[in-house]
Each structure stands twice: as structure tokens, then as C-alpha cells.
């Protein structure tokens, strides 16, 4: 059994261009949450997704930034118009419910120039 | 917002003692849960415990959780070289979407 999947390991993008960040849960997880981290800091949450819905997008700026979790495929954290302070790792991590443990992936770093 | 807050922020020892690390947090909680961060790598879940719970061990790992006093500790015993990480507390809530908030995390030093 697979671990959380992310890719690309390593992305790096232009201030306008765009990001997107994959993540694969692990098998038979329907639960899928992004975070963010800055050198030195916690993780930050960003959003939490069921299998085609949006459960809490709280953590997630409401401009430029938007994630999915399609019925069949990865989730994806799309960053539009990439700014110098998008610059930071990305890690996706799944559950199969809630208040459960997580599985982390290895994260994007994300590094915009 | 952050949740847990980590103390010490960091902590150096030597291999063979003891590391014990601590977090607070503020609301009411489902769980609580520590993770550990290896640099440049995601997050590994290391013990989970449950509001209705005072303690639990794994291994090496004992974890305590005062709900009165909304803190947790987490304990390692004959620590390693290899047990040099980040650890992070996470707060889980009640409730059908919970999702978990982590604190700032705190940097284990250990020195062979």
C-alpha cells in the first residue's frame, strides 16, 4: 500500500505564472488536507476535502488559491499568479475519517522567482 | 490561529537521557496528537490520544494529556542520535469535519 503521493517534489515558477501541486491519498483515504510551512514554523492549514467537496477552506486565502478532490484522480492545490510569498512547502496528508492520524506525503517546495 | 504551543522551542541532550517536550493548547479537544519532522521530509505520526484518555505509551514515546489544564507532554526515553527531529503537537475537535491544528513545533538536539 502506497503512502500519500505528492509530486512535483521540487516546483519552481515565475512571479504570474501558475502552480499546481498533486496529492494522492493513500488508498481507501477519502479524507485529503493541505498544509503549508514556512522555514523555521508549524503547518498551517490551508484546506480539508472529501471526495468532490470542500469541507473547510478556511485556511486557504480566498484569491488566487483554489483545491479539488475529483471523483477519480488526485487532489490538486492550485496557485494562480504565483508571488514571491507563495514560496513554501506544501504537504497534503490523508485519512480515511475524521480525528484520525495522518499520513503525510514528502511535500512540494514551492519556490517562486 | 495556532492551536498547541510547543515548549521548550528547542531542546539539546545527550544520547541516553531523557527528552520531554510539552504543549498547550486552548479549546476543547477530540485528541491530541504528536508528529515528528525529520528536515526537508513530511510529518510522521508518531501517538494519538483521545480526550477520555490520561496516558499512552509506545516504545520509547509516553504521553500524557491533562484535559483540566489543556496540556500534553510527550516523553522520550534513552534517546538516540537518531531521534534528532522536529516535533509537533496537533489539536484534533470534536465534530464530523475536525481537522487538526498544529503548533510551532519544537527542535530535539542529540548529541551522540
Known amino acids: 500500500n502506497a503512502g500519500v503521493m505528492q509530486n512535483p517534489r521540487h516546483l519552481v515558477r515565475r512571479r504570474g505564472q501558475e502552480a499546481r501541486l498533486r496529492c494522492s491519498p493513500m488508498k481507501g483515504h477519502s479524507h485529503v488536507y493541505w498544509y503549508r510551512q514556512l522555514p523555521e514554523e508549524g503547518l498551517k492549514f490551508m484546506v480539508y476535502l472529501q471526495k468532490e467537496n470542500i469541507i473547510d477552506e478556511s485556511g486557504m486565502p480566498k484569491e488566487r488559491f483554489s483545491a479539488e478532490f475529483p471523483k477519480e484522480g488526485p487532489s490538486i492545490l492550485r496557485i494562480q499568479q504565483v508571488v514571491r510569498g507563495d514560496s513554501a512547502a506544501y504537504f497534503c496528508?490523508?485519512?480515511?475519517?475524521?480525528?484520525?492520524?495522518?499520513?503525510f506525503g514528502s511535500g512540494t517546495q514551492l519556490s517562486v522567482l | 490561529s495556532q492551536q498547541g504551543e510547543e515548549d521548550p522551542q528547542a531542546l539539546s541532550i545527550q544520547e541516553g537521557e531523557n527528552a520531554t517536550m510539552n504543549c498547550s493548547y486552548k479549546t476543547s479537544i477530540n485528541n491530541l496528537q504528536w508528529y515528528r519532522q525529520n528536515s526537508g521530509r513530511g510529518l510522521v505520526h508518531l501517538i494519538l490520544i483521545r480526550s477520555n484518555e490520561r496516558e499512552k505509551h509506545s516504545g520509547r514515546l509516553r504521553v500524557t494529556l491533562d484535559t483540566s489544564k489543556k496540556s500534553s507532554s510527550l516523553l522520550i526515553t534513552a534517546s538516540r542520535a537518531a531521534d534528532t527531529a522536529s516535533y509537533f503537537c496537533?489539536?484534533?475537535?470534536?465534530?464530523?469535519?475536525?481537522?487538526?491544528?498544529f503548533g510551532k513545533g519544537i527542535t530535539l538536539s542529540v548529541r551522540p
Open positions: 496537533a489539536t484534533g475537535t470534536s465534530g464530523a469535519n475536525s481537522k487538526l491544528t
Open positions: 496528508a490523508s485519512s480515511p475519517r475524521t480525528n484520525e492520524k495522518l499520513f
